[in-house]
C-alpha cells in the first residue's frame, strides 16, 4: 500500500510559478512511476506529467515548456515546478504513484488533491 501526501498548491496570480510536491510512503513499496494529474469539475482528469525510476518525463501538451517534473528517489518525493501559469491551469491536482500491489500487480495509488487556483 502507498500513501501519497501532497503539499504546495494555493492561490497565485497569472504569471507566476508554484512548486507542488508529492512524497509516497508505505510499509514496502516498489515504485514504478510518478506523477501528476489535474481536473476541473465537470471535465475527466487529465494527465499533467509523468516521471519513471530512470528520470524520463512525459508532459501534456498544455504544459510542455512551462512545467518541470523532477524526483528524488531517496526522499520518494516528486516536485512539479509550475511557471508561467495561467487560469487555464486552475485545478485540484492529484498525485498518482504506479505501484506494485500486494499481488504484485501494477496500481495505480492516488493522493486527495491539492488546489492550484490562477487569477488574471
Known amino acids: 500500500q502507498v500513501q501519497l501526501v501532497e503539499s504546495g498548491g494555493g492561490l497565485v496570480q497569472a504569471g507566476g510559478s508554484l512548486r507542488l510536491s508529492c512524497a509516497a510512503s508505505g510499509s514496502s513499496f516498489s515504485i514504478i512511476t510518478m506523477g501528476w494529474y489535474r481536473q476541473v469539475p465537470g471535465k475527466e482528469r487529465e494527465l499533467v506529467s509523468t516521471i519513471n525510476s530512470g528520470g524520463s518525463t512525459n508532459y501534456a501538451d498544455a504544459v510542455k515548456g512551462r512545467f518541470t517534473l523532477s524526483r528524488d528517489n531517496a526522499k520518494n518525493t516528486v516536485y512539479l515546478q509550475m511557471n508561467s501559469l495561467n487560469p487555464e491551469d486552475t485545478a485540484v491536482y492529484y498525485c498518482?504513484?504506479?505501484?506494485?500491489?500486494?499481488?504484485?500487480?501494477?496500481?495505480?495509488?492516488w493522493g486527495q488533491g491539492t488546489q492550484v487556483t490562477v487569477s488574471s
Open positions: 498518482k504513484a504506479r505501484a506494485y500491489n500486494k499481488l504484485l500487480i501494477p496500481y495505480d495509488y
